[in-house]
Antibody, heavy 124, light 112 residues
Framework: QVQLVQSGAEVKKPGASVKVSCKASGYTFTNYAMHWVRQAPGQSLEWMGCINNDNVNTRYSQKFQGRVTITRDISASTVYMGLSSLRYEDTAVYFC?????????????????WGQGTLVTVSS | QSALTQPASVSGSPGQSITISCTGTSRDVGGYNYVSWYQHHPGKAPKLMIYEVTNRPSGVSSRFSGSKSANTASLTISGLQAEDEGDYYCTSYTSSSTLDYVFGAGTKVTVL
């Protein structure tokens, strides 16, 4: 069965960087694109960006442009989300979410499987 | 402030039907048939319940159904069961130039 298993919780200081991983199993990793979504405490979900199956094409929310980097390691069937220059307001649970397509920027526009979430706490 | 408007909470007794609304604009909900719904229990992975407004993934109970009228999408849960408790989020593709998806604030469903 499809599984997306994310790395464990992180505590970071303001200004630092964090890299969250999402290991995929149960399907052909190279056939699907992946997105990242976050949820700050008491807030709704927020789309951050995505990467196609080709490990080349990415697209980011303007809100995070310049601070977020999404990559994938085909040999490890893992997608990574890096966020730099962390601020207190980046404290959130970060989710990876698969789309049933190779290309994230074309239909279908929904997430068929999600990871369990990774809590990133930014604290001094 | 979320881009899509959902009621904060909806409740019902076992066996009843409830409907959760999700209101957006012509740039998202009203402009595309790309509304999806997710059930989320804190600490767990969100689960896809409805995609492309009305479609139900395999394995999701037929008690869940979706619809849309103008800028408002709806999720209906019929024959409410205790296991249906949780948070429900709607999302839509958006034609915004700054991001691809918008989400609702979430609706907490309580089975009385």
């Amino acid at each position: 069965q499809v599984q997306l298993v994310q790395s464990g919780a992180e505590v970071k200081k303001p200004g630092a960087s964090v890299k969250v991983s999402c290991k995929a199993s149960g399907y052909t990793f190279t056939n699907y694109a992946m997105h990242w979504v976050r949820q700050a405490p008491g807030q709704s979900l927020e789309w951050m960006g995505c990467i196609n199956n080709d490990n080349v094409n990415t697209r980011y929310s303007q809100k995070f442009q310049g601070r977020v980097t999404i990559t994938r390691d085909i040999s490890a069937s893992t997608v990574y989300m890096g966020l730099s220059s962390l601020r207190y307001e980046d404290t959130a649970v970060y989710f990876c979410a698969r789309v049933p397509s190779k290309v994230a920027t074309f239909p279908p526009y929904y997430f068929d499987y999600w990871g369990q979430g990774t809590l990133v706490t930014v604290s001094s | 402030q979320s881009a899509l408007t959902q009621p904060a909470s909806v409740s019902g007794s076992p066996g009843q039907s409830i409907t959760i609304s999700c209101t957006g604009t012509s740039r998202d909900v009203g402009g595309y048939n790309y509304v999806s719904w997710y059930q989320h229990h804190p600490g767990k992975a969100p689960k896809l319940m409805i995609y492309e407004v009305t479609n139900r993934p395999s394995g999701v109970s037929s008690r869940f159904s979706g619809s849309k009228s103008a800028n408002t999408a709806s999720l209906t849960i019929s024959g409410l069961q205790a296991e249906d408790e949780g948070d429900y989020y709607c999302t839509s593709y958006t034609s915004s130039s700054t991001l691809d998806y918008v989400f609702g604030a979430g609706t907490k469903v309580t089975v009385l």
